[in-house]
């Protein structure tokens, strides 16, 4: 996979609850892109230009648009329980409580697979 679009996936993957909490609140043409985002993004397909125009952002700016959190601001993680992508497509890193059920992937549904 292309760098650029790994880094994509990690960003669209990492913030994709809150993006469909945010479409679902625009007009429906967004919803539709964002299903058809979601669509290749999980057939592993290209998905930089759909996020661009998405997010109406350039090339450059899309994964920063998604992944403009502060350092230190999200949740903070246990060294010994971090998952990972199901099939190692994106690098993004999950957590889960102590002993809690594995997380699941926001694209597919699937566990994420220890690290």
């Not at 125009?53 to 350092?71: C, F, I, K, N, Y």
């Not at 190692?88 to 694209?107: I, K, N, S």
């Amino acid at each position: 996979m292309d760098p650029a679009e790994r880094i994509a996936l990690t960003a669209l993957c990492a913030e994709l609850p809150e993006l469909r909490a945010e479409c679902a609140r625009q007009p429906a043409d967004r919803g539709r892109l964002l299903d058809r985002v979601e669509a290749e993004a999980r057939a592993r397909r290209p998905i930089t230009a759909l996020l661009e125009q998405l997010l109406g952002a350039p090339p450059d700016e899309t994964v920063r648009s998604l992944s403009s959190r502060l350092p230190g601001s999200g949740t903070g993680r246990a060294d010994e329980e971090l998952f990972g992508c199901p099939d190692g497509a994106c690098d993004r890193l999950a957590t889960t409580d102590p002993a809690g059920p594995p997380p699941r992937c926001p694209l597919t549904g699937d566990r994420l697979k220890p690290r």
